[in-house]
């Protein structure tokens, strides 16, 4: 689901999906900007019906990486 919502910004980007990593940071890399984080966000949030704290979510290391988005899901913080 995830890497299908982010799949065009890559593709104009000119990065491959085995460039699609745990590590990959979405705002350093350009993927996307802190707005379109946000929206990134509040798009799972309504496809998987739950709600995550994206105040704390930000505090975290490595937040704004694919791992860091999957990880804020599946511990619903």
């Not at 994206?54 to 599946?74: H, M």
Request: charged share 25%; aromatic share 6%; net charge negative.
């Amino acid at each position: 689901m995830l890497q299908d919502r982010l799949a065009p910004r890559m593709d104009r980007l000119g990065l491959a999906k085995h460039e699609f990593t745990n590590d990959l940071d979405l705002l350093r890399i350009g993927i996307l900007d802190s707005l379109a984080f946000v929206d990134l966000i509040t798009e799972l949030e309504t496809a998987l019906g739950m709600q995550v704290d994206l105040e704390k979510a930000f505090d975290r290391p490595g937040a704004t990486t694919i791992g860091g988005v999957i990880e804020l899901f599946l511990n619903g913080k």
